[in-house]
């Protein structure tokens, strides 16, 4: 029953499915593809799935992240008393692969749409594993530093190929310059969605 139990698990994950050479054991004919569960089988003569009769729903996985809209001065280490009011990231953690850029996109392309923001977003890219600094992912999308020296440093990391294990290790507040709104939100991106991407960010801000 525990090959059966296994089987009913993979079925429902299932999106298209060819029920006659996923279990013939399993399949009622009806005079259309279903189904159903029949007496007497013997879970030991179960054939097992094979990936070439269904296809596993592959939504890409979303980033665990938190932004909202705020003019507070003090998140900008700002002297002013008042500041534009813009988007702020507090934490973005990804959950798989692309997600963390996905999730960033997200976070910039609503900033974008604001009409009270017009894209302004910033991050505080702070080491949070005691592993690496998240800044040269953000360095990657576009983000920069306020310090022009340790956008040098990232830069510099970047025409040496920006490999993971060799990048520096600098924290603090990043902003993503108008100019970069573009290729953030792009960034590994298909054909397909990049066209889409440009289309739409033509009706907020100028390319």
């Not at 094979?50 to 980033?63: G, I």
């Not at 973005?92 to 749409?113: E, F, I, N, P, Y």
């Not at 594993?129 to 953000?138: E, H, I, L, Q």
Request: overall charge positive; proline content about 5%.
């Amino acid at each position: 029953m525990k090959l059966i139990g296994k089987f009913l698990e993979q079925l429902a994950n299932t999106t298209t499915i060819n029920s006659e050479t996923i279990c013939p054991q399993l399949v009622s004919k009806t005079g259309r593809d279903s189904v159903e569960l029949l007496d007497g089988i013997d879970p030991k003569k179960l054939k097992p799935l094979s990936k070439d009769t269904f296809h596993l729903d592959n939504k890409p996985p979303e980033a665990d992240i938190y932004y909202k809209k705020t003019d507070d001065p003090f998140l900008l280490n700002s002297e002013n008393a008042k500041t534009k009011p813009f988007y702020y990231i507090y934490k973005l953690w990804s959950m798989g692969k692309g997600s963390g850029t996905r999730g960033l996109q997200t976070a910039v392309m609503d900033s974008v749409r604001d009409k009270d923001t017009k894209g302004r977003i910033f991050l505080d890219a702070q080491n949070m594993t005691r592993k690496c600094s998240p800044a040269g992912f953000y360095f990657k999308l576009g983000f920069r530093f306020k310090e022009k020296g340790k956008n040098k440093i990232f830069q510099e990391w970047l025409n040496k190929g920006g490999k993971k294990k060799d990048a520096p290790q600098d924290t603090g507040l990043m902003f993503l310059p108008k100019e970069n709104i573009l290729h953030c939100l792009i960034y590994g991106r298909t054909d397909e969605e990049t066209i889409r991407t440009i289309s739409d960010l033509k009706k907020y801000i100028s390319l």
